[in-house]
């Protein structure tokens, strides 16, 4: 099965400064890869997410690119502001017709500094 | 527009006792899953119902059992609860070919 691997654990940046966090996946049918931020105690909710058919996706300050061929993709977070401080997990999966089995990785801990 | 509703919020079990933890939504979306969440160990897929009327195992399934009740409602049982069990137990729901899941606010189950 897939299995995803997420670095780093933590991440401490100046406001202002860019953040990078990269993920690795296992299983070369994968073709859908979101990324969720969770504050702390409220729920996982989507920020970004890219197919495999599209190379890289940016949505005003985050933008994820993606590798197919090492089978890795990374979320880039520019202009850091302190309210961007939470867990942020990258997923995978593959996108059936009818629905999608996501698997996780271990998070990394976002800590931006005023 | 309540997306994905979970019950009770918090919940403190002796082991041994048994729980039904509920979820429900209203988007009308076909997919619904439960998730455990650990410390350091990210989102595990506990059981999935891919539509009405299937369900099937996850990543994590020992010591749980689940009910698709009707298309808006997907239960996680409990049967028989145990300390490894405790955990944040998410429910989301999917939307055919959308991608990306809608969650619930979570339960934190505590089992002593």
């Known amino acids: 099965g897939e299995n995803v691997e997420q670095h780093p654990s933590t991440l401490s940046v100046q406001e202002g400064d860019s953040a990078v966090i990269k993920c690795t996946y296992s299983d070369s049918a994968s073709n859908y890869f979101p990324w969720y931020k969770q504050e702390l105690g409220k729920r996982p909710q989507l920020i970004i997410d890219i197919r495999s058919n599209v190379g890289e996706k940016k949505d005003q300050r985050i933008a994820v690119t993606l590798n197919k061929t090492a089978k890795h993709f990374s979320l880039h977070i520019t202009e850091t502001q302190p309210e961007d401080s939470a867990v942020y997990f990258c997923?995978?999966?593959?996108?059936?017709?009818?629905?999608?089995?996501?698997?996780f990785g271990t998070g990394t801990r976002l800590l931006v500094s005023p | 527009n309540a997306g994905v509703t979970q019950t009770p919020k918090f919940q403190v079990l002796k082991t041994g006792q048994s729980m039904t933890l509920q979820c429900a939504q209203d988007?009308?979306?076909?997919?619904m899953y439960w998730y455990r969440q650990d410390p350091g160990m990210g989102l595990r897929l506990i059981y999935y119902s891919a539509s009405e009327g299937t369900t099937d195992k996850g990543e994590v399934p020992n010591g749980y059992n689940v009910s698709r009740l009707n298309k808006r409602e997907f239960s996680l049982r409990l049967e028989s609860a145990a300390p490894s069990q405790t955990s944040v137990y998410f429910c989301?729901?999917?939307?055919?070919?959308?991608?990306?899941?809608?969650f619930g606010s979570g339960t934190r189950l505590t089992v002593v």
């Open positions: 988007m009308n979306h076909n997919s």
């Open positions: 997923a995978a999966s593959r996108m059936n017709t009818g629905f999608q089995k996501l698997v």
């Open positions: 989301a729901s999917s939307e055919k070919g959308s991608g990306g899941y809608t």
